[in-house]
């Protein structure tokens, strides 16, 4: 806008001032452009809709059979198949097709893969693989360039109508003046409709390009990291790095990340609602459909899979490439915004409309309202333009795009935008315990057989027996694997954290060979761990004497259930009677008390019968066991938590752990990290299991549900039933999750922050926020700068309408008691496109402080314009009126000066008024308005611009803005006048606010008089 208003086309004017044609050039420009901008002001606050990207950046529709085909046969291929015929075999889910080719076994070969080893990965085949097959990503429009925006500006219905008179005007001009003299009324409402859609333009084009690029950090940093096998090695690879050949590895909550075969796994099923619409989980194995699609999603089990197809040749890259998607998303803020936006919209129509009744009723003839209208028109187009506040959205899309850019850096990916600001609201989180308040670096620091504790360095003196089947079901009950370089001695896990640590533990103290006893059994049947069970087992079979047994691992006591026997550190079988239980009962407890997780072992050999069942469908036996042993895994809390956990609970907002822990252990650590406060136990309701907490009835957990602090063995069900009823209770809920099963809790919650490390890409997809560190303390980072976006859009709101309203009623009265406005529309045209624009920069951009952690939270039903506001509001819109208003009667007796120079002196003091309000609308509540003020370099920058763009438009564009040039001592004056707005927002600030809103108040206050009076009488 400074370019406009201060470029060549001004300069031309100043240039030209004493040509009576140039004068009526100047006027009809500054009509025609306060007539446009009004329109489209109007139009905007009846229906704002302002454009967001959503989570994912937008497609367009393209035809992607054509370009899948053109794009295969343009590749060179050096495989003895190509991409098309590659894509056949998987799509149609043809298994006769399959057959005929040779099966899974004939397209590894093909592709020159190993099962066991995969791909060499290294960059020549990884790039020679993309030439011939394509690269794992969807074809994406291009961004949309300035140009469209220029169109889309065009489009508007105003701007149309404004082009047709226009060019109605000028034709009808040059015909009767000729072209020298009668190009000035339609070149005028052109020069004007150009600027207009060049301002809209550039504004819509940069907000673009700003989301464009947030949503380009926050996809590369969303990107899964997929276990993939190459030079039989299972490492990390980025799934827009998988290429067709490859052997990745999946299990329960991954998303399939490209088209492909099953090799190998065990009781696979897989979500593929996403494609079929439908919510049976299909059952994927290598005899009857060893099918796999990219975007379906692992529900149970896990498997080996060999990557077929990638990119646009997947059936999910075929469906989302010729999906057109709309990334118009409203955040509730916004909408509130909006409404206030109208209302104040139609406050100012109104007004408009009776000062035009004024103006009319006072011409005497029809020929008097004729020959003014003009002047008529401008003044109430001039109320509406002030009335108007054009600022608001704006504030909302730099404090929204500047908090997701800093948030990013604190490790906080915002994924959608209503997220922001909820979190500001949120008055109860709900949150996991491993990786979020611990570190998730595990380590077995108890070992117990049978009763008996085994110190880490007399693992000797155990059974050979027991250690022996130990080993079995941890190397064959288990996700994880192992990997030994063969140049050095250090082994490399992968797996859960769960995983990795008993695999750790049972290599460096147990010595177990996990290729060895997967060469020496065969796997029968496995059922996979998931968060409800707590268990996982597996049926195998030894082929060293074909004897069959069963594993199982799990959670101590949910395994110490399940078994009638144990073996004691000698190796001896004992019954487990309600006396031994009662005695391991204590040992788990005991660990637990120190903030152990406790995993237990259990074995039993079984008949040849198991293999028949397992054909019938039947699962694994899981009662008679015999317990192995006992482990305990340490995992500490994470640095910092505890005093993250307090600053939380110092803004008002209750800290509630949900965990599938046993209830020691998740007391233990919930008393570490501060969530439990001394005396909190399941005596006074703040600690519950979750399977009592499911039991209770609806009113009783409705009851309860506030005191609860932690809630330990929880399900995922467990969780969303806790979610609902704090709902219930008026509360705004945040929750953590990081597994599958976590999605409805996610979804259910007014705000789901899913882990960005340890988080399945299901708990992603349903998130709003995805914690990139998985810890604690960046969650209490979220609530902070959810609630800076609150209150940045507050104090944006509270300077906008101060200026509204100030501008508002001085042009008002000035209108009706004098005929004549002193604040013209380009003067207002000016405070509403630069001031605005610079003020909703400078204060959308204040970082988060302490302060705001030490307030409760805002509930749901709390106005956007608070008591406080109202107040400070007031209190300066009623002081400028004050002045203005008596420069506006008095001015030139006062200082001594003509009508053109008081109108100057108005303007001049009502602008410098609002720089000096800036800096009140900094604090709210606080009275020192320069606290931290140096570390906001770019709020002093728009101060000093928009001082120095005042002087511009005083001094120098005085033909432009209808002013005239100011003394010294004028400034000063002007200076003073605005300068008198600090202490009196320091005074305003020691009044204190009632709770009880004033109406209220002097409605009670009237009814106990008349209570009073009343019984006077009587």
């Known amino acids: 806008m400074t370019s406009i208003l201060s470029g060549d086309c001004c300069a031309r004017y100043e240039v030209s001032i004493d040509l009576p044609a140039m004068r009526k050039f100047t006027k009809q420009w500054r009509l025609a452009f306060t007539t446009i901008y009004s329109s489209r002001a109007i139009n905007t606050s009846a229906k704002i809709t302002k454009k967001f990207p959503r989570k994912s950046p937008s497609y367009t529709s393209i035809s992607i059979c054509d370009e899948a085909q053109s794009a295969c046969s343009d590749r060179p291929c050096s495989f003895k198949i190509d991409q098309s015929r590659l894509t056949k075999l998987v799509k149609e889910k043809d298994l006769r097709h399959l ?157 399939v990340p490209a088209d492909g075969l099953f090799l190998e796994g065990h009781s696979l099923q897989v979500d593929e609602s996403s494609m079929t619409g439908e919510s049976n989980h299909v059952e994927v194995n290598s005899n009857q459909n060893p099918f796999l699609f990219s975007g379906t999603k692992v529900a149970d089990g896990y498997a080996q899979m060999l990557v077929t197809s990638v990119g646009v040749n997947t059936a999910w890259g075929e469906m989302m490439s010729s999906i057109s998607r709309d990334n118009n ?72 795009a500047y908090s997701m850019k800093r948030m990013m850096v604190d490790q906080a990916m915002v994924r959608k935008l209503s997220a922001c600001e909820t979190m500001g609201s949120a008055t109860t989180i709900c949150t996991d315990k491993t990786g979020t308040l611990t570190m998730n670096q595990m380590k077995v620091t108890k070992f117990w057989v049978g009763k008996d504790s085994v110190a880490e360095n007399a693992y000797s003196s155990a059974s050979k027996c027991v250690l022996d089947f130990i080993q079995d079901g941890v190397a064959l009950n288990t996700t994880g694997s192992i990997y030994k370089p063969s140049l050095g001695s250090e082994y490399e896990f992968s797996g859960s954290p769960t995983e990795k640590t008993i695999l ?73 009677d309600k006396d031994e239980r009662k005695k391991f009962e204590q040992i788990i407890q005991g660990m637990a008390a120190s903030s152990l997780r406790c995993i237990a072992f259990a074995h039993k050999q079984v008949s040849e019968e198991a293999t028949k069942e397992r054909e019938d469908g039947k699962k694994i036996q899981e009662d008679s066991l015999t317990l192995l042993g006992l482990v305990g895994i340490k995992d500490p809390c994470r640095p910092g938590v505890r005093s993250a956990v307090q600053a939380c609970q110092d803004a008002g907002v209750n800290i509630k752990m949900i965990t599938g822990d046993n209830i020691f252990t998740a007391k233990a650590i919930a008393a570490e990290c501060g969530i439990l406060r001394p005396g909190d136990d399941t005596f006074n309701g703040a600690i519950v299991e979750g399977a009592e907490f499911r039991n209770y009835t609806f009113e009783e957990r409705l009851q309860r549900v506030e005191k609860i602090r932690v809630m330990a063995r929880s399900s995922p069900f467990d969780k969303l039933l806790m979610v609902q009823c704090l709902k219930q209770k008026g509360h705004v809920v945040a929750v953590t999750g990081d597994g599958t099963n976590d999605a409805p809790a996610l979804k259910e919650a007014d705000i789901g922050l899913s882990m960005g490390i340890q988080g399945t890409e299901v708990a992603k997809e349903s998130s709003d926020i995805v914690i990139l560190d998985d810890n604690f303390a960046s969650v209490a980072t979220v609530l902070c700068w959810g609630r800076c976006v609150y209150t940045n859009i507050q104090k944006f709101i509270q300077f906008q309408l101060t200026v509204n309203v100030a501008a508002l009623i001085i042009n008002f009265v000035a209108a009706v008691s004098s005929g004549n406005v002193p604040l013209t529309a380009v003067q207002l045209l000016w405070v509403n496109l630069i001031m605005d624009t610079l003020g909703a920069l400078a204060l959308a951009t204040e970082r988060p ?75 709210l509540e606080k009275k020192n308005v320069f606290q931290g003020i140096h570390k906001n370099k770019l709020f002093l920058g728009i101060i000093f611009m928009t001082v120095v763009l005042q002087v511009v438009m005083v001094e120098f564009l005085k033909r432009f803005a209808d002013t005239e040039r100011l003394s010294w001592g004028q400034w000063g004056a002007c200076i003073g006048i605005a300068a008198m707005s600090w202490p009196i927002g320091w005074v305003v600030k020691c009044i204190p606010v009632p709770d009880t809103p004033i109406f209220s108040y002097l409605g009670s206050k009237s009814k106990k008089l008349v209570r009073k009076i009343v019984h006077r009488e009587q």
């Not at 009319?360 to 506040?389: F, K, L, M, R, Y």
């Not at 177990?512 to 761990?529: L, R, Y």
């Not at 006591?557 to 000698?570: P, Q, R």
């Open 99 to 255: 057959q005929e080719f040779g099966g899974v076994k004939k397209v590894t070969s093909t592709l020159e893969t190993d099962v066991s080893a995969s791909i060499s990965g290294d960059p020549d085949d990884v790039s020679r693989r993309q030439n011939a097959f394509g690269v794992n990503s969807y074809k994406k429009p291009p961004a949309k360039g300035f140009f469209h925006f220029v169109f889309e500006a065009f489009k508007d219905l105003t701007i149309m109508i404004l082009l047709v008179c226009a060019g109605l005007s000028l034709g009808f001009g040059i015909k009767e003046n000729g072209v020298k003299e009668g190009w000035y009324d339609g070149g005028s409402i052109f020069v004007a409709v150009f600027l207009v859609i060049m301002v809209s333009a550039v504004s819509n084009y940069r907000q673009n390009r700003q989301f464009e690029r947030l949503s380009k950090v926050s996809s590369n940093i969303l990107i899964d990291i997929s276990p993939t096998i190459r030079k039989g090695r299972r490492q990390q690879v980025a799934i827009l790095e998988v290429v067709v050949g490859d052997v990745i590895c999946l299990k329960i909550g991954d998303q």
């Open 329 to 400: 998303e409203q955040t509730p803020l916004q909408a509130r915004l909006n409404k206030l936006t109208s209302l104040i919209g139609k406050v100012g129509l109104v007004v408009a409309f009776l000062v035009l009744m004024e103006f009319v009723a006072g011409q005497t003839t029809g020929d008097d309202i004729i020959n003014s209208v003009v002047g008529i028109i401008a003044a109430a187009v001039t109320i509406v333009v002030v009335a108007i506040p054009e600022g608001l959205p704006l504030a909302v899309t730099l404090t929204l």
């Open 504 to 576: 750790s533990w049972a290599v460096s103290q147990l010595s177990m060979d996990m290729e060895e006893i997967k060469k020496s059994c065969e796997v029968i049947q496995v059922e996979a761990f998931n968060s409800q069970k707590k268990r996982s087992g597996v049926l195998m079979k030894k082929s060293t004497d074909n004897t069959v047994h069963v594993h199982w691992k799990g959670a101590a006591e949910m395994v110490l259930a399940m078994c009638s026997s144990f073996y004691d550190g000698s190796g001896i079988k004992k019954d487990l």
């Open 849 to 923: 402080t302490r302060e705001l952690m030490e307030k409760p939270p805002v509930g749901r039903t709390e106005p956007l314009i608070s008591k406080v506001m109202w107040r400070n509001l007031v209190a300066q819109a009623t002081y400028q009126m004050a002045v203005l208003l008596t420069l506006q009667f008095k001015g030139e007796l006062i200082f001594g000066v003509n009508e053109a120079v008081k109108r100057t002196l108005i303007f001049n003091a009502f602008v410098l008024c609002q720089v000096f309000n800036e800096f009140n609308a900094r604090k």
